[in-house]
């Protein structure tokens, strides 16, 4: 139990650190970087639990609805151990819709696709307590992870 809910928390501080790389990058780079779940690395196609990337976004507005895939400038692989992973657009606290990718800005800020925040939830099967991981991202582009029950 205790390495699950340590792998949970990781998986949780992993995805934070990914979203935090994106944004990153869109500020050094000055141009549009996004977020997808991929499955093979190299398109936006599966599950967020199957692995995701993070590449330049060449799509034509900010607020555009589809992505064009760039460059990849990292790779994330599938979940090692059963878990959940769940991207949805809509007021924080809630489930929102789900999406298949978050886009950040030249400036930082999430693309004002619906001028909805993201909420993402994350946990192993298994896991007990707060081991959880519940991150929101708000329009501004900030990063918020909290414990989360399992």
Do not use: M
Not at 104 to 132: E, M, Q, V
């Amino acid at each position: 139990t205790l390495i699950i809910n340590n792998k949970s928390q990781t998986l949780g501080d992993e995805f934070a650190q990914a979203l935090n790389f994106a944004r990153s990058e869109a500020v050094k780079n000055k141009q549009r970087v996004s977020i997808c779940a991929s499955s093979n690395g190299t398109t936006c196609t599966g599950a967020w639990s199957d692995g995701f990337i993070v590449f330049q976004d060449n799509a034509a507005s900010d607020t555009t609805d589809a992505i064009t895939l760039g460059p990849i400038y990292r790779v994330w692989p599938k979940l090692t151990s059963a878990g959940t992973l769940t991207v949805n657009r809509g007021p924080l606290g809630t489930s929102g819709t789900p999406t298949s990718f978050i886009r950040y800005t030249s400036l930082g800020t999430l693309a004002p696709i619906d001028n909805k925040p993201i909420n993402i939830s994350l946990k192993l099967t298994g896991c007990t307590g707060k081991a959880a991981r519940k991150i929101s991202i708000n329009l501004s582009g900030f990063v918020n992870v909290q414990s989360d029950d399992c």
